[in-house]
């Protein structure tokens, strides 16, 4: 079975700095989907970035980056530029690409502060 | 637009009730999940459904169910044996398959806050 672990429970960031926050996962497929979701106070989930197995370039949007190594099974996420906004609970998460597989495999999550 | 929405926002239930948490979406998904979020912590599993009139118990099922009668729809009914059922609900839904490359991740709800009285 797999499994999706976030060893950081919490970290703290100035405002416009670097953040990385750690994800690695274990499976014994090769072909496979991971994503980085946040949830703000609101409560509702929104996806930040996704990465596809199959693709070596890693996936960025904007302020935040992966830096997916799939030998390494690690998927962290960089936030550039951090901003007030950022704070939140970031959970990293997996699902197998193989037909008929639909369940997502979700870490316990890193609450991000943002401090001023 | 599309998404998936969630009712009520709010919800108290006394003890020795059964409660339905509804969840609709128009997204055209296949797949819908209901999860369970306790505060501080990650999201546990409770049902999951690939199509209409079939679902899979998730990691915590018990005093849980579900019903998924169409496409759009798939209600959780949290039963009196749910003996702690105080928690945050999120439904979500995705695609199925691999031939859909680059969109194959879950929309979420806004949840359900759901207080045991």
């Known amino acids: 079975a797999q499994t999706v672990t976030q060893s950081q429970p919490e970290m703290s960031v100035q405002e416009a700095e670097t953040v990385t926050l750690s994800c690695t996962y274990d499976?014994?497929?090769?072909?496979?989907?991971l994503f980085w979701y946040k949830q703000p106070p609101s409560r509702q989930m929104i996806l930040v970035i996704r990465q596809e197995a199959y693709k070596q370039q890693n996936a960025t949007e904007n302020r935040f980056s992966v830096n997916f190594q799939k030998a390494a099974k690690s998927f962290s996420l960089k936030i550039s530029d951090s901003q007030l906004g950022d704070a939140a609970m970031y959970f990293c998460?997996?699902?197998?690409?193989?037909?008929?597989?639909?369940?997502?495999?979700f870490g316990t999550g890193t609450r991000l502060k943002v401090l001023a | 637009d599309g998404g998936i929405t969630q009712s009520p926002k709010y919800l108290f239930r006394k003890e020795g009730q059964n409660v339905t948490l509804s969840c609709e979406q128009n997204?055209?998904?296949?797949?819908m999940y209901w999860y369970r979020q306790d505060p501080g912590q990650g999201l546990r599993l409770i049902y999951y459904?690939?199509?209409?009139?079939?679902?899979q118990k998730g990691d915590i099922a018990e005093g849980y169910s579900v019903s998924r009668e169409k496409k759009e729809s798939f209600p959780l009914t949290v039963t009196s044996a749910q003996k702690n059922p105080t928690a945050f609900y999120l439904c979500?839904?995705?695609?199925?398959?691999?031939?859909?490359?680059?969109?194959?991740?879950?929309?979420f709800g806004p949840g359900t806050r759901l207080t045991v009285l």
């Open positions: 998460a997996y699902r197998s690409a193989y037909l008929g597989t639909y369940k997502y495999i």
């Open positions: 979500a839904s995705s695609i199925i398959g691999f031939m859909n490359r680059g969109v194959n991740e879950q929309f």
């Open positions: 997204l055209n998904h296949d797949a």
């Open positions: 499976t014994s497929e090769s072909d496979y989907y």
């Open positions: 459904s690939q199509i209409v009139n079939d679902f």
